[in-house]
């Protein structure tokens, strides 16, 4: 069982930066592969970033590509989500989750934290 509780979300200009954080329990984090997602109003789920558990492979969406960076500290326990250069159409709920494979589709995570707002102002 692995729990994730998403933090650092917030209002921030067109351009700005924020550094999303999701912290999971349980001793098993460092085995699972970790994903972000969001989900805009009246939209689907999409995959934004992935990484293996080692922290060696990582995933991004097109449209997050080069402005967004991935990254973990197993010794924390810990996952992040660097998001520079960031625009309006970035404004979402921004879910952490877990997976034993890593991949793009949300089906593959079996463990989702709460979700942490993030609106981009333009």
């Not at 209002?11 to 999701?22: E, T, Y």
């Not at 010794?75 to 520079?84: C, D």
């Not at 995570?109 to 993030?118: F, L, P, R």
Request: glycine share 12%.
């Amino acid at each position: 069982q692995v729990q994730l509780v998403e933090s650092g979300g917030g209002l921030v200009q067109a351009g700005g930066s924020l550094r999303l954080s999701c912290a999971a329990s349980g001793r098993t984090f460092s085995s699972h592969c970790m994903g972000w997602f969001r989900q805009a109003p009246g939209k689907e789920r999409e995959f934004v970033a992935a990484i293996s558990w080692s922290g060696g492979s990582t995933y991004y969406a097109d449209s997050v590509k080069g402005r967004f960076t991935i990254s973990r500290d197993n010794a924390k326990n810990t996952v992040y989500l660097q998001m520079n250069s960031l625009k309006p159409e970035d404004t979402a709920v921004y879910y952490c989750a877990a997976a034993i494979v890593i991949g793009r589709s949300p089906d593959m995570y079996a463990y989702w934290g709460q979700g942490t707002q993030v609106t981009v102002s333009s």
